[in-house]
């Protein structure tokens, strides 16, 4: 069974319209993380939630915003997405900061923007 | 001195063979080096990780070797299937880290 869930898996928007993607988990993890994935390259942290605290990564942009309305559940908001924000963006969670062995982090199957 | 640099690119081995993935990092702080598979249209899903106080650490066809002095970590993955064909990725993190540093990737291909 899924435990990190992502919906949808295919989005469509157009350029400048704003759009949210969703995650839950069925982990109870205290960490939620978001990722954009492009093309043949690594996962780039977007930024990421320890229960209620919010924290962006330095190079994110601001057309990226973030909820977490409770531990389950977590959304990405893109303002005015631009052509170059088309990418897979993966959730992922972790049972707290420092991930260790017994704390790995579990990813979403992601979700799949493109912008017409 | 964040990075986690990755090599091969891209990988292709004959099936029965042994794929060979390594990664190297200079931040010796780094203490937990998960190892991550991803099949097209998936998200990763962590496939074995290592602490830098053993030297190798095996799980069933894939082993971690681990070389301290060097900074320098690879994958092996023993009697290669085509089953295995995905992109791979070297990752480390340290305790009190809030996130991981990945490398490139690396895809592979095996060829039946």
């Known amino acids: 069974d899924a435990m990190v869930i992502q919906n949808p898996r295919y989005q469509v928007t157009q350029f400048g319209k704003p759009v949210t993607l969703s995650c839950s988990q069925t982990l109870n993890h205290n960490v939620m993380y978001w990722y954009q994935q492009k093309s043949s390259q690594a996962p780039k942290l977007l930024f990421h939630y320890y229960d209620k605290d919010f924290n962006n990564e330095a190079d994110t942009p601001d057309n990226f915003q973030s909820r977490r309305p409770n531990t389950s559940f977590c959304f990405l908001d893109i303002r005015s997405p631009g052509l170059g924000d088309a990418a897979m963006y993966l959730c992922?969670?972790?049972?707290?900061?420092?991930?260790?062995?017994?704390?790995?982090?579990?990813f979403g199957d992601g979700t799949r923007l493109s912008i017409l | 001195q964040q990075q986690v640099k990755q090599s091969p690119q891209s990988l292709i081995v004959q099936k029965g063979g042994i794929s060979i993935i390594n990664c190297a990092y200079e931040n010796t702080a780094f203490d937990y080096f998960p190892w991550y598979q991803q099949f097209p249209g998936k998200g990763p899903a962590l496939l074995i990780a290592?602490?830098?106080?053993?030297s190798e650490k095996k799980e069933g066809r894939f082993t971690i070797s681990f070389n301290k002095s060097a900074k320098q970590f690879s994958l092996h993955i023993m009697d290669s299937q085509p089953g295995d064909s995905a992109t791979y990725f070297c990752?480390?993190?340290?305790?009190?880290?809030?996130?991981?540093?990945f490398g490139q990737g690396t895809r592979l291909t095996i060829n039946p």
């Open positions: 290592i602490r830098p106080d053993v």
């Open positions: 990752a480390a993190t340290f305790q009190g880290a809030q996130k991981l540093v």
């Open positions: 992922a969670t972790s049972r707290d900061l420092g991930v260790r062995s017994n704390q790995p982090q579990h």
